[in-house]
């Protein structure tokens, strides 16, 4: 992928992969340039989702971006905070998180997983208006769904291993199971 390829994947929106009833509806912060590109979620290299979501044991196997649509078949869906493409989370305004936050619970009123998963505490607290918020279950629900926020899987989030984002997504795995029962 060539740097001008990127620069014009600005702005783009990389289409959901969403089902009514999931269990988990996992929501980035917003595409990145990498994924808007692609048109796949978490697709840059570095991008720890993938690999966490096989470890924390939510796939039998580590997918690759070009396979989200298999997330389906698992009752598992991707959806963003804020839908346009960036170089960087910093470049979008509290506005839009904001905004990305009213249209996000419409979506999942329609759609109603079991679990609303936020991929990035700082998106959840701005789009929430939640600035307390900590990793983990919260206690807003939206109709019938729980959320839960989560280490935002970036290469550039340091404070999470692999390990340890891995032990909160099967954190999150092992509730959504046990509600099924």
């Known amino acids: 992928m060539?740097?001008?390829?990127?620069?014009?994947?600005?702005?783009r929106v990389v289409p959901d992969v969403i089902a009514g009833g999931l269990s988990v509806l996992f929501c980035g912060i917003n595409p990145g340039l990498m994924s808007a590109a692609t048109g796949h979620h978490f697709a840059r290299p570095g991008n720890r989702f993938w690999p966490v979501l096989h470890r924390s044991g939510f796939t039998p196997r580590q997918l690759?971006?070009?396979?989200?649509?298999?997330?389906?078949?698992y009752g598992l869906g991707i959806t963003n905070v804020v839908a346009r493409a960036s170089a960087r989370a910093d470049e979008?305004?509290?506005?839009?998180?904001?905004?990305?936050?009213?249209?996000?619970?419409?979506?999942?009123?329609?759609?109603?997983p079991r679990?609303?998963?936020v991929a990035g505490i700082t998106a959840y607290r701005t789009a929430f208006g939640e600035p307390k918020a900590r990793i983990g279950p919260q206690e807003r629900t939206i109709?019938?769904?729980r959320i839960w926020a989560l280490p935002n899987p970036s290469g550039l989030n340091a404070h999470w291993t692999l390990e340890t984002m891995a032990e909160?997504?099967?954190?999150?795995?092992e509730a959504a199971r046990e509600e099924r029962r």
């Open 2 to 11: 060539t740097p001008q390829e990127l620069l014009a994947a600005r702005d």
């Open 64 to 73: 690759r971006p070009s396979e989200q649509e298999e997330l389906l078949t």
């Open 92 to 112: 979008l305004s509290d506005e839009e998180f904001r905004e990305g936050g009213r249209l996000l619970a419409l979506k999942v009123e329609r759609l109603r």
């Open 115 to 117: 679990w609303l998963a």
């Open 143 to 145: 109709g019938g769904t």
């Open 168 to 173: 909160e997504f099967a954190r999150l795995r």
